[in-house]
C-alpha cells in the first residue's frame, strides 16, 4: 500500500490526477477503482477530472464506500443487496422496545414520550452499532469491572442494544453497518475487486470501525494507494489534530508494516495555508497567524435535520431584519446535505429565503422517472389503483385517446375507481365494464334536503376502460 499526505487542494487532488494518468500511461482501458467517503466528494471528483482537467477515461470507477459495499453484497448473494431501513422505521422499533418494556427498557423508557427522544437515542445505539460493538460481549467486561468509567449507565444502554439488535434481526430490519459487515466477508476474495489494476481511496479522515475492517482487507488484499488529508506541522497545529489521531492509530501501523508514505508538503510551520490554518487559530497562534475579528459563535442543539433547517431559517432571518444582512451575504454549510433537502426547500421557500443549494435531487423524483417506473412496475404490483391514476395524472404519460373518445380527465377516473370499489388486481378493474353505458352515479350526502348527484359520464369509464386494457394488454 502506498500514502500519499496533504491539503485537499491543490495537493491531493494533483496528485490523485497524476496518479490516474501514471496508472494509464500505455494502457488505456487498465480498470481503476477510486472510492470516497460522500457523493458530494464523487461529484467532487468528476468535476475535477471533466470539467477542470479536461479528462475522459475509459474503465475508471468512483464509488462510495455504500456503493461498494453494495456491489460485494451483490456479488457473494448473486443478487442485488437487500433493501435498507431508515431511520424512520428503526426508530420507530426502539419506540416499541421502549413502550413494552423489553430488556433495557426500563431506565430510558421516559424518553418514549418526548420529541425527538426515541431518535437522539437511536443515534446512540448506531454508535454502538457502526462501532462492531458485541453487546454479550460488552456486558460480560461491562459486569467484570473491566471498564474505567462507572457501568452503571453503561449496563442497561448495552442490555438495550442486545434487545434492539435481536428485534432486528427478527424483522428482517438492515441498516449500512449490517450491509458493510456483509460486504466484509466478501472484500478479500472479490472477483470484482481483483479485475482492477489499482484501488485508490481516496479523503477519509475517519471511518467507522466496520469500514475501517472493509479498508484494511482491501489493503492488504489489492494494490491499494491512500489518498489522506493531513500536513505534519511542526509544532503540530489543531487544524490537522482530527485527522491525525487517526492516522496515527490505524494508518500509520498499517505503513510501518510497509506501506510507502510521500508527504506532498514538507513539515513546518508554514506548511499550510495561513488562511485555512487561521480558522482553527488560537490566541497564541495569533501572532503568526491572519487576524479573524468580530467572530461570534452560536451552538443550537436539534434532535433532526427538519429542526437544524428550522433553526437556520430563524437565524437567516434575524440577521437580515435586526443586523442588516442581505441574503446573498449569507451561507449555510453542512457535512452532508442530502438528507436535509426536502427540509431545505420547504422552511426556506415558506420564509421567502432565497437559496441555491449543491444538493441535488434523487432521479427517482423527477416526475418522468416517477412516470417510468410506475409503469415498470404496475404489473408487479397487481395494478394497484392509487398507481394506475398517479400514472394517468403524470404530464410525461402520453394517453393516446383513440379518434372521438373523451377528453382524459383523471380525476373522474379516481372518482369512477372508488366508486367502482377498484383496489387491485385485473378482476377488479373490470367492475368497470358494468358502467360503461350509464356511467357512475352516487349519492355525495345522506341528507335528504342537501343530497345532490356526483357522477363519472359514460365516456369517461370507456376512456378509463380502453386506457387501462392497453396497459394491461
Known sequence: MEVILGPFHPHLEDALVEEILRAKAGAPLAPILILVPSNSLRRRLKVLLARERGLSFLN??????????????????????????????????????????????????????KAGGPAALWQTLRDLKDGAVDPAT????????????????????????????????????????????????????????????????????????????????????????????????????????????????????????????RNLVAPGPVAADASLLSLFAADKDRPRQAKIDGVRIKAWSCFSPREEIDAAAKEILRLVMEEGLSFDQIGVVGRALESHRPWIKEIFSRHAIPFVTSAEAPLGEHPLAKAALLLANLPLKGYLRSHVIDLCDSPFFN???????????????????????????????????????????????????????????????????????????
Not at 464509488?63 to 461498494?68: I, K, N, S, V
Open 138 to 261: 460488552a456486558l460480560e467486561a461491562a459486569r467484570g469491572d473491566l471498564f474505567e468509567e462507572s457501568t452503571d449507565s453503561v449496563q442497561p444502554l448495552l442490555a438495550l442494544f442486545e434487545t434492539f439488535l435481536s428485534g432486528t434481526k427478527n424483522w428482517g430490519l438492515r441498516d449500512y453497518a449490517d450491509l458493510d459487515l456483509m460486504a466484509l466477508d466478501q472484500a478479500p476474495a472479490s472477483a470484482y475487486l481483483k479485475q482492477f489494476q489499482r484501488v485508490f481511496y481516496y479523503g477519509f479522515y475517519d471511518l467507522t470501525q466496520v469500514q475501517l475492517d472493509i479498508f484494511q482487507a482491501v489493503a492488504r488484499s489489492y494494490p491499494t494507494t491512500l489518498f489522506f488529508p493531513l500536513v505534519h506541522e511542526k509544532p503540530k497545529h489543531r487544524a490537522w489534530t482530527f485527522a491525525e489521531r487517526f492516522y496515527e492509530r490505524y494508518v500509520h501501523g498499517m505503513a510501518a508494516g510497509g506501506a510507502r508514505v
Open 60 to 113: 475508471l470507477h468512483i464509488l462510495t464506500f455504500y456503493q461498494l459495499s453494495a456491489r460485494l453484497v451483490e456479488e457473494r448473494c448473486g443478487s442485488a443487496a437487500p433493501p435498507l431501513s431508515d431511520n424512520a422505521l428503526l426508530e420507530e422499533l426502539l419506540r416499541q422496545i421502549l413502550r413494552l418494556g423489553l430488556p433495557g427498557a426500563a431506565p430510558f423508557a421516559a424518553l418514549e414520550e
Open 399 to 473: 394517453h393516446a385517446a383513440s379518434p372521438g373518445a373523451a377528453a382524459p380527465r383523471p380525476d373522474l377516473w379516481d372518482l369512477a375507481t372508488r366508486l367502482a370499489g377498484v383496489s387491485k388486481g385485473i378482476e377488479e378493474w373490470r367492475r368497470l365494464e358494468k358502467y360503461l353505458a350509464r356511467g357512475i352515479a352516487a349519492a355525495e350526502s345522506d341528507d335528504e334536503d342537501e343530497r345532490r348527484k356526483i357522477a363519472v359520464p359514460a365516456g369517461q369509464v370507456r376512456a378509463l376502460r380502453d386506457l387501462f386494457a392497453a396497459l394491461s394488454g
